[in-house]
């Protein structure tokens, strides 16, 4: 019986450690795209247009001299904490792992502008391209990460327990909610500079907003080969073969 139960804890334990290590490439992929979109100069995507902002302001000295990623953190601990005041009881505690994910998903941002610093966009062409494969590589990880079934990003997360108390639909709530942050963006824009500053919200970040949902709907139907990846149970002897077998499949 012990070795049953044993047995069945080590299964959890590997389920749950390979599901958020797909996780992570996930979120990974998410903020290349990020990162991507904000090297093409054209307008960042909606969730790191107001840490962008403020990134750039602290270069200033107006704010904190926090990095994109940085604010990301911020304001991810923030969306959790409304996520809080709104639900009140409702709110379930397992969803404060959104602040977990959402560190990681600020870390990986700076690391990835980290690993893209040696992009240059001076060109027209470079900027759509890069935005293109940014807001494309985006939608690839989102599509994945919504796979994945852990808990949301804390930016979904205020869009459905907003959702939930007004009883609207998710859809229409996140696009306020993304309206929202955008108009936070412009607003700190004009707050710390004085005027719009394209490079942060130009014409990629409504092409982001529109472009990105497109590529998650399209890439949805035919990633159930990653649901099979997410059920299989890693093991130290049968890893390597296993996988290979499964993915063939």
Request: contains cysteine; charged residues 10%; aromatic residues 10%.
């Amino acid at each position: 019986m012990n070795f049953v139960l044993a047995t069945t804890h080590k299964a959890k334990v590997l389920s749950f450690l390979w599901q958020h290590t797909l996780l992570l490439l996930s979120l990974n992929l998410m903020t290349l795209g990020v990162a991507l979109c904000v090297r093409s100069c054209m307008g960042s995507s909606v969730i790191s247009s107001l840490p962008f902002v403020l990134s750039l302001a602290g270069e200033t000295g107006a704010v904190p001299g926090l990095t994109i990623g940085g604010y990301t953190i911020m304001m991810n601990f923030i969306l959790v904490l409304c996520q809080i005041i709104v639900l009140r009881r409702s709110f379930d505690p397992m969803q404060l792992f959104q602040l977990v994910i959402g560190f990681i998903f600020g870390w990986l941002i700076d690391l990835n502008m980290y690993l893209t610093s040696a992009l240059s966009c001076t060109t027209l062409p470079s900027q759509l391209l890069t935005q293109l494969a940014g807001c494309s590589i985006m939608g690839v990880g989102i599509a994945f990460e919504i796979r994945c079934g852990s808990v949301t990003m804390p930016g979904e997360g205020i869009s459905i327990a907003i959702s939930q108390v007004v009883n609207r639909p998710f859809a229409k709530v996140k696009i306020t909610v993304d309206t929202v942050l955008v108009i936070l963006a412009a607003g700190a824009c004009y707050l710390f500079f004085g005027h719009w500053l394209w490079n942060v919200i130009g014409i990629g970040t409504i092409f982001a907003m529109v472009y990105v949902g497109l590529v998650v709907k399209t890439v949805s139907p035919h990633i159930a080969w990653f649901d099979r990846l997410l059920a299989y149970t890693p093991g130290f002897r049968r890893y390597i073969f296993g996988l290979a077998r499964l993915i063939k499949r």
